[in-house]
């Protein structure tokens, strides 16, 4: 298995370059776009067992910490073993992209939703680190804004003191959502709420908000005169 090589085959200079200006990470960035990376991954895993795989990438690019992702992603193991894998892996991501490329590929949560969600409520309580918590909110815009769990996100939301850029975008997103799912309700919970949170997060969301297409005007300027100013 020489990952490097096949790596090697697929590096778009071009790409580099963009990626280079989009994502800050400490990692090399190769320029390989993520659609061929799934399908390098997806081929490997026909051929090779996933822990050989994992042995075999190394730490030495942008593009082989996102293929980690996407193995531990996409392999069929059990449920604590994967959340063994997850925990490992989180320590590694240090930029946006990384981080939604693997929340974006976690699809067996969607039959482990009462336990994920246990598990993403202990990261929100235990660590300050940025992409934990990136991770967290990702997760929860991801797989968490339908009608059983969406009231209960936002007040997980809201609860979240960060500084970082990077986790204040991922709330103010999640909540933008929370206005397309459920309008009214959302927009009277930031209000009554609006002392709990830093008016740069409460104004983004709503700028996202009248961003949406999915809103029609009326809602748009109801968010408008909402902003504080």
């Known amino acids: 298995m020489h990952i490097k090589d096949i790596l090697n085959k697929y590096i778009d200079n071009n790409y580099k370059l963009f990626q280079e200006k989009i994502v800050s990470t400490k990692y090399p960035i190769l320029g390989i776009k993520i659609p061929l990376l799934r399908k390098i991954v997806k081929d490997l895993l026909k051929g090779y067992n996933y ?7 190394s730490n030495n690019s942008f593009e082989e910490v996102i293929m ?8 069929k193991i059990d449920y604590n073993k994967r959340i063994n894998l997850i925990n490992s892996y989180l320590p590694k991501i240090d930029n946006w992209a ?4 693997f929340c974006g590929s976690l699809k ?3 039959e482990n939703k009462k336990e994920f969600y246990e598990y993403l409520n202990e990261i929100i309580n235990n660590y300050t680190q940025e992409y934990y918590l990136r991770f967290a909110i990702v997760m929860f815009l991801n797989y968490y804004l339908d009608d059983d769990y969406r009231n209960d996100v936002l007040k997980k939301i809201i609860t979240i003191k960060s500084d970082y850029y990077y986790v204040k975008m991922a709330s103010a997103w999640c909540i933008s959502l929370c206005l397309i799912k459920d309008f009214d309700y959302t927009l009277n919970f930031l209000k009554k709420n609006q002392s709990k949170m830093d008016i740069w997060t409460y104004n983004k969301a709503l700028q996202k908000g009248m961003e949406s297409l999915k809103l029609d005007k009326k809602k748009k300027n109801i968010l408008k005169e909402a902003k504080i100013h």
């Open 108 to 110: 067996f949560v969607k």
């Open 51 to 57: 822990q050989d795989i994992l042995n075999n990438l």
């Open 68 to 75: 980690e992702g996407l193995v531990i992603a996409s392999i």
């Open 98 to 101: 990384t981080c939604d490329v």
